[in-house]
Nanobody
Framework: QVQLVESGGGLVQAGGSLRLSCAAS????????MGWYRQAPGKLREFVAT???????NYADSVKGRFTISRDNAKNTVYLQMNSLKPEDTAVYYC???????????WGQGTQVTVSS
């Protein structure tokens, strides 16, 4: 079983940057697609970005041009580089495989990102 642990969140001013990490126990090589999701207070969890094993990426319109998703299979880690952060980016950020998102137990604790104005 692959377990995912998010880290790297924190408090940052608008316009600042953060780099989130998602460390996986066990091999991540078999997971073709990995993604980042976020959930703000009172809001539904939403898609942020995905990346395939071949490096193809997809982004939500709200983060396109500001966020970059990447992965290092040798380190079993997925990253989310977040630049030009806005207060509306404030949320708990989670990593997961899109194929697993309907399974409640697949979600970790996430990492809190707070962007102040």
């Amino acid at each position: 079983q692959v377990q995912l642990v998010e880290s790297g969140g924190g408090l940052v001013q608008a316009g600042g940057s953060l780099r989130l990490s998602c460390a996986a126990s066990g091999t991540m090589f078999s997971i073709n697609v990995m993604g980042w999701y976020r959930q703000a207070p009172g809001k539904l969890r939403e898609f942020v970005a995905t990346i395939t094993s071949g490096g193809s990426t997809n982004y939500a319109d709200s983060v396109k041009g500001r966020f970059t998703i990447s992965r290092d299979n040798a380190k079993n880690t997925v990253y989310l580089q977040m630049n030009s952060l806005k207060p509306e980016d404030t949320a708990v950020y989670y990593c997961n495989a899109p194929r697993s998102i309907w399974y409640k137990d697949s979600w970790g604790q996430g990492t809190q990102v707070t962007v102040s104005s």
